[in-house]
Nanobody, 122 residues
Framework: QVQLVESGGGLVQAGGSLRLSCVAS????????MGWYRQAPGSQRELVAG???????KYSDSVKGRFTISRDNAKNTVYLQMNSLEPEDTAVYYC????????????????WGQGTQVTVSS
């Protein structure tokens, strides 16, 4: 089993920045993909960004150029730097992780964190 713990959410004004962190523990060798999904009220959960163990990334079109995903393999941690935040970014952000053969991101994967709330005020 893998446990994922997110942190860094909060309330920010439009145009501001936040950085989310997700630390993985447990059976770390069973994952080589980590990423972020989000879910706004009344909406489906959607991919924000994903990253492989070799650094390949995938972003949703809505966050390209504003958000950056990165990971520290030594710390089993993935980060999401969110800049130029918009009210439409308001959602619960979930860390997601799993294992896949190949070089691409094809989530979602089996392991989920508990979520962290991001609220962007206008």
């Amino acid at each position: 089993q893998v446990q994922l713990v997110e942190s860094g959410g909060g309330l920010v004004q439009a145009g501001g920045s936040l950085r989310l962190s997700c630390v993985a523990s447990g059976s770390i060798n069973s994952i080589n993909r980590m990423g972020w999904y989000r879910q706004a009220p009344g909406s489906q959960r959607e991919l924000v960004a994903g990253i492989t163990s070799t650094g390949s990334t995938k972003y949703s079109d809505s966050v390209k150029g504003r958000f950056t995903i990165s990971r520290d393999n030594a710390k089993n941690t993935v980060y999401l730097q969110m800049n130029s935040l918009e009210p439409e970014d308001t959602a619960v952000y979930y860390c997601n992780a799993g294992r896949q053969i190949g070089i691409l991101w094809s989530g979602p994967y089996p392991y989920w964190g508990q979520g962290t709330q991001v609220t962007v005020s206008s």
